[in-house]
T-cell receptor, first 115, second 112 residues
Framework: ETGVTQTPRHLVMGMTNKKSLKCEQH?????MYWYKQSAKKPLELMFV???????ENNSVPSRFSPECPNSSHLFLHLHTLQPEDSALYLC??????????????FGPGTRLTVL | GEDVEQSLFLSVREGDSSVINCTYT??????LYWYKQEPGAGLQLLTY?????DMKQDQRLTVLLNKKDKHLSLRIADTQTGDSAIYFC????????????FGQGTELSVKP
């Protein structure tokens, strides 16, 4: 595998379900990100991890819970979501979060539908 | 505050040049980026420009930055049907930990 991979690619869940999104980067990067992409809206940064520590939590509701067990893996745990949480969730990585933090490599995303 | 604006749609003929425009509000940004998103895929970094530069050229891509007007543009020469995608501009800052603020994206449609 190369680059940034995300699983699953598609997910349909009910409001009472608990599910997790997985992201893995094979680039040797130290920073990882979760973004939410909704139709007709700019990408919204959700979380930033640098060297496995969360450095940014962009006012995201607690029903989204990130986990970064090591610098190659990032999870987004979902529980009691709302229909308005339906979106494309994108994971990205970068070498670091400093000067070149904007040079991010994105995965293909998980298309989430909440019923 | 931080805000990045783009027009939503652009349609061009194959072989023509495309110019995608972006305006931003925070002049303290360090880098400005252009990302491309093809259907069903994540974003791909195309190019970026440091905020103290006026222009950057990379093969068919030319980035122009007018810092006074807070205006960024991406010119694609000899546009091909494979260039059809959504193009996002984004800005970042040295001291804000990899945070990117994106525009809404411009959907480029290239007609044969």
């Amino acid at each position: 595998e190369t680059g940034v991979t995300q699983t699953p690619r598609h997910l349909v869940m009910g409001m009472t379900n608990k599910k997790s999104l997985k992201c893995e980067q094979h680039l040797g990067h130290n920073a990882m990100y979760w973004y939410k992409q909704s139709a007709k809206k700019p990408l919204e940064l959700m979380f930033v991890y640098s060297l496995e520590e969360r450095v940014e939590n962009n006012s995201v509701p607690s029903r989204f819970s990130p986990e970064c067990p090591n610098s190659s893996h990032l999870f987004l745990h979902l529980h009691t979501l709302q229909p308005e949480d339906s979106a494309l969730y994108l994971c990205a990585s970068s070498q670091e979060t400093g000067t070149n933090g904007g040079e991010q490599f994105f995965g293909p995303g998980t298309r989430l539908t909440v019923l | 505050g931080e805000d990045v604006e783009q027009s939503l749609f652009l349609s061009v003929r194959e072989g023509d040049s495309s110019v995608i425009n972006c305006t931003y509000t925070d002049s303290s940004s360090t880098y400005l980026y252009w990302y491309k998103q093809e259907p069903g895929a994540g974003l791909q970094l195309l190019t970026y420009i440091f905020s103290n530069m006026d222009m950057k050229q990379d093969q068919r891509l030319t980035v122009l930055l007018n810092k006074k007007d807070k205006h960024l543009s991406l010119r694609i020469a000899d546009t091909q049907t494979g260039d059809s995608a959504i193009y996002f501009c984004a800005e970042s800052w040295n001291n804000q930990g990899g945070k990117l603020i994106f525009g809404q994206g411009t959907e480029l449609s290239v007609k044969p």
